[in-house]
């Protein structure tokens, strides 16, 4: 079983619209979440940290479900410029501090 | 500032050769990972390092081999290469032992 799952996509959303996307992980040991983004061709970058209490950031909202073992992020509005990969990363930090990276999820604004 | 450098950018090499990819962490970051990412999956683990220990290894082979200097910056060696091995090489660094990493632009080698 992988560490981290997440649907790949395609998702293909409008200019304005709202798209969430999931992410589930194995380890319940698991102790730091993320969200980069990946553009094509292009190194991750760090969108946001993933708190229990849930946080935002402009039009990103990230959510932790423990419990669930569960990872999500929204995005509202959607731009052009959001298009891109968008990876769920957790952080095991008692086995050698590991970033296990999701396969991404690929999001696609369209005008 | 300078974000996280690495060279080369991109390298052919041939099978059974041996490459050395560098990185130089952002200034006042001391914790160095390496990652492997091959087209449509997401980054893998290789190490990482933290005060020039190593502190964590991933599910590669002994082919592959890493450093951290005292100036922090780091080299990822790998012998013996195979078609396989082909992929983009991801350094990123972090001040202290904790948060999310920066990643440099990458080297993407070719195996030939």
């Known amino acids: 079983r992988k560490e981290v799952e997440q649907d790949p996509g395609p998702f293909n959303v409008p200019e304005g619209a709202t798209v969430a996307f999931n992410c589930t992980y194995s380890?319940?040991?698991?102790?730091?979440f993320f969200w980069y983004r990946q553009d094509c061709r292009k190194e991750p970058k760090l969108l946001m940290s993933v708190y229990s209490s849930g946080n935002e950031d402009g039009r990103f909202t990230a959510q932790l479900n423990r419990a669930s073992q569960y990872i999500s992020l929204l995005i509202r509005d959607s731009k052009l410029s959001d298009s891109a990969t968008y990876l769920c990363?957790?952080?095991?930090?008692?086995?050698?501090?590991?970033?296990?990276f999701g396969t991404g999820t690929s999001l696609t604004v369209i005008p | 500032d300078a974000g996280v450098t690495q060279s080369p950018t991109h390298l052919i090499k041939t099978r059974g050769q041996h490459v050395t990819l560098r990185c130089s962490p952002i200034s006042g970051h001391k914790s160095v990972s390496w990652y492997q990412q091959v087209l449509g999956q997401g980054p893998q683990f290789i190490f990482q390092?933290?005060?020039?220990?190593?502190?964590g290894r991933g599910n590669f082979p002994d082919r592959f081999s890493a450093r951290q200097f005292p100036n922090y910056s780091s080299e990822l060696n790998v012998n013996a290469l195979l078609l396989g091995d082909s992929a983009l090489y991801l350094c990123a660094s972090r001040r202290g032992g904790s948060g999310g990493y920066t990643f440099g632009s990458g080297t993407r080698l070719t195996v030939v």
């Open positions: 390092y933290y005060e020039k220990e190593e502190r």
């Open positions: 380890n319940s040991a698991s102790q730091s």
């Open positions: 990363v957790v952080n095991q930090e008692n086995t050698g501090n590991q970033f296990y």
